[in-house]
C-alpha cells in the first residue's frame, strides 16, 4: 500500500491537527491565492485595474486548482513558492478570460505574497494557541483552587524544602500561562500587518496610486498597514517565535514537574489514565508520563527553531538571500509543537490524578525534619536567631544519627522544652500548619486569570 509522504507517524502526538491544517500545503498556497484575490479587489476598488477582471481572478484564486507536486518541483527551480504559483494563477485565468490575466500580481513582488501570505496562516495559528491557552488557564484555575489547601513537600535542589500547597503549584502553572496570554494580546498589532512594498518596498510600479491600493489591501484582508514594507526588518515574526519559545518553556516546565511527581518514588500526582497509555513495550507495570514527554520535547526542540529566527534577522539591504529562506519552515514548525504542547498540557490539566495520602506520608519520610525551620523561627524569638538555627542544627543532626523523629529529640532537648509546651511543639511540626501564603498565591493568580478572561 503505497503512503503519502509526511510526518503522520508523529503527528497525532508532537502536534495539534487544526494547526498542522493551517500549515499544510494546502494552507500555505490559499492564503497566498487569498492575497492575490484580494490585491486584485483593492486595485480594482481604487481604479486601476477594470472590475470585470476581479471575478476571474478570484474564481481562479482556490487551492484545490493546483498540483502541489508540481509547485514543489517549481520552487526549486525558482527560488521561493510565489513565482511559480503566480505563473501557475496567470494560466488558470487565462484559461477563462485572456484579459483578466493582464492584471494579476499587478504591483506585488513574490515576497509580499508570501509574507502577507504567512501573516493571515499566524492569524490563524494565534487564534488557535489563544484559544488552547484560554482553556487549558480555565482548567489549571480549577484545578489551583481544588487543591489550594493540600500539603506537599516543597523541593528545592530535588531535596524536601519545606511543605508548599498544590494548589500553590498548580498556580505558578497558571501564572505563566496567564503571561503568555498577555504577551499574545500585546503583540497581535505588530504581528497582524500587511506586507506590500513591490520591488525595493518603494511601490513604484504603481505610482501615486500606491499608497490608496495598499490601503486597499489591508482593508480587504482585515490586516493594519505598517508605517512602511518590512522585508528585510523581521522583528515582528520573530517577536512571534520568541513568544512560542515562552510558552514551549512554561508548558516544559509543567511537564517536569509532572514527571517527577510521577516518579515511583514520589508517586504523588499522576496523568491521566487511559486504555493503552504510558505502557512499556517489555514491563507490563509500567506508567510512563507520555503526556509530559511532549510538554519536555517541544521545550527542548523550540529554543532551537527560535534562535534560527534570530539568526536570520540581520537580513541584508531590501530584500534578502538564504536568511529569509531560513524563516520558511521554522515559524510554522514551532507552531506546530506548540500546538501540540498545549494539546496534551490541556489532558493533564483536566484530568490528574492526586494522591494526598501519598503527599503527607511523604512529608513524613523526613521525620520532621522538613518542618525544622518553622521550629526555629518561633525559638529564635525566645533565645536569639544564632543559638536557635545552631540548636536546631543539632538536634537534625541526632534525630537523622539516630533514626528518630525530629519531635521526639526535640522534647529530649532542655534548651527547647524550656522555651516551647508540646502542644507547641505538635503545632509547629504540623504540615498544614506552615503553608505561609500558599493560599494566597493561589487566589492571585486565579484572580489575574479571571481579570484576563473578563
Known amino acids: 500500500m503505497t503512503q503519502r509522504p509526511g510526518n503522520q507517524l508523529f503527528d497525532a502526538y508532537f502536534t495539534a491537527h487544526d494547526m498542522r491544517e493551517v500549515f499544510c500545503d494546502q ?33 481562479a484564486c482556490e487551492a484545490g486548482l493546483y498540483d502541489f507536486a508540481a509547485l514543489g518541483e517549481a520552487i526549486a527551480t525558482a527560488g521561493n513558492s510565489a513565482i511559480p504559483l503566480v505563473k501557475a494563477l496567470g494560466k488558470q485565468i487565462a484559461s477563462s478570460d485572456a484579459e483578466a490575466e493582464r492584471y494579476v500580481h499587478l504591483g506585488a513582488t513574490s515576497q509580499d505574497v508570501m509574507d502577507s501570505g504567512l501573516v493571515l496562516q499566524l492569524r490563524q495559528a494565534l487564534a488557535l494557541i489563544e484559544d488552547q491557552l484560554a482553556q487549558l488557564a480555565d482548567s489549571l484555575a480549577a484545578q489551583a483552587q481544588r487543591f489550594a489547601t493540600t500539603p506537599l513537600a516543597g523541593r528545592t535542589w530535588l531535596q524536601h524544602a519545606t511543605p508548599v500547597t498544590l494548589g500553590m503549584k498548580i498556580a505558578g502553572w497558571l501564572g505563566a500561562v496567564t503571561r503568555s496570554r498577555q504577551r499574545l494580546q500585546e503583540l497581535k498589532p505588530r504581528l497582524l500587518v500587511l506586507q506590500f512594498g513591490g520591488a525595493s518596498g518603494t511601490l513604484a510600479a504603481l505610482g501615486a496610486q500606491a499608497l490608496p491600493i495598499a490601503e486597499a489591501l489591508a482593508e480587504e484582508l482585515q490586516l493594519t498597514l505598517p508605517e512602511q514594507p518590512w522585508h528585510t526588518q523581521r522583528d515582528r515574526i520573530v517577536e512571534f517565535g520568541a513568544v512560542l519559545g515562552l510558552i514551549a518553556g512554561s508548558l ?28 512499556s513495550s517489555t514491563m507490563p507495570h509500567k506508567r510512563n508520563p507520555v503526556g509530559a514527554a511532549v510538554l519536555i520535547g517541544a521545550a527542548t526542540r523550540v529554543p532551537g527553531l527560535v534562535s534560527t529566527l534570530f539568526s536570520a534577522m540581520p537580513q541584508e539591504h531590501e530584500r534578502s538571500l538564504g536568511l529569509w529562506h531560513a524563516e520558511w519552515e521554522t515559524l510554522p514548525e514551532i507552531c506546530c509543537l506548540v500546538s501540540g504542547s498545549l494539546q496534551q498540557a490541556r489532558l493533564l490539566a483536566d484530568g490528574l490524578e492526586v494522591d494526598a495520602a501519598r503527599m503527607a506520608r511523604n512529608l513524613e519520610l523526613t521525620q520532621g525534619l522538613v518542618l525544622a525551620e518553622a521550629v526555629s523561627i518561633v525559638l529564635a524569638q525566645r533565645v536569639g536567631r544564632d ?42 511540626l504540623n504540615p498544614a500548619h506552615y503553608l505561609g501564603q500558599a493560599q494566597v498565591w493561589v487566589e492571585r493568580a486565579v484572580a489575574e486569570h479571571n481579570a484576563l478572561t473578563v
Not at 497566498?32 to 476571474?56: H, K, T
Not at 511537564?255 to 491521566?272: C, K
Not at 519531635?407 to 532542655?414: M, S
Not at 527547647?416 to 505538635?426: I, K, M, N, Q, R
Open 252 to 279: 516544559g516546565k509543567f511537564g517536569r514537574d509532572i514527571s517527577l511527581l510521577m516518579q515511583t518514588e514520589a508517586a504523588e500526582v499522576f496523568e491521566p489514565a487511559a486504555p493503552g497509555k504510558g505502557g
Open 27 to 59: 494552507g500555505r498556497v490559499q492564503a497566498m491565492l487569498d492575497f492575490e484575490a484580494a490585491l486584485a479587489r483593492a486595485e480594482a476598488r481604487v481604479g486601476l485595474i477594470p472590475s470585470s477582471a476581479v471575478a476571474p481572478i478570484a474564481a
Open 387 to 428: 543559638t536557635a538555627h545552631h540548636l536546631l542544627e543539632q538536634c537534625c543532626k541526632r534525630a537523622v544519627a539516630e533514626q528518630r523523629h525530629l519531635r521526639a529529640v526535640l522534647a529530649d532537648e532542655p534548651q527547647v522544652t524550656a522555651e516551647l509546651s508540646g502542644a507547641e511543639l505538635d503545632d509547629l
